[in-house]
Nanobody, 125 residues
Framework: QVQLQESGPGLVKPSQTLSLTCTVS??????????WSWIRQPPGKGLEWIGY???????YYSPSLKSRTSISRDTSKNQFTLQLSSVTPEDTAVYYC?????????????????WGQGTQVTVSS
């Protein structure tokens, strides 16, 4: 059973960088051919995909967030990390990490994949 757990500050000030870590257990983030994503859900809105880091270490980001997003990994700790710079209150959301697949640079997850429980991040001074 694969488990994902998000961790990081629940409160970030405007203009700062949001940093979240996803710790994976029960499976390796380097296992072919899984893609490890960050997704968020602002209050009252739908899910928004942010980006992924592949089993190979390659990354791909949502075009709307690409200029502010970086996803990296630490294979020794089986973790991957999201950094979102220059945050504003519009970045307030529940942030999820998840395992899925990829087709044509589009990330997807199905009933065989796994999600973390999510972590609330509020951007406020």
């Amino acid at each position: 059973q694969v488990q994902l757990q998000e961790s990081g500050p629940g409160l970030v000030k405007p203009s700062q960088t949001l940093s979240l870590t996803c710790t994976v257990s029960g499976g390796s983030i380097t296992t072919n051919y899984y893609y490890w994503s960050w997704i968020r859900q602002p209050p009252g809105k739908g899910l928004e995909w942010i980006g992924y880091i592949a089993y190979s270490g390659s990354t791909y980001y949502s075009p709307s967030l690409k200029s502010r997003t970086s996803i990296s990994r630490d294979t020794s700790k089986n973790q991957f990390t999201l950094q979102l710079s220059s945050v504003t209150p519009e970045d307030t959301a529940v942030y999820y990490c998840a395992r899925g697949g990829e087709m044509g640079s589009s990330w997807y997850s199905n009933e065989d994949d796994y999600w973390g429980q999510g972590t609330q991040v509020t951007v406020s001074s």
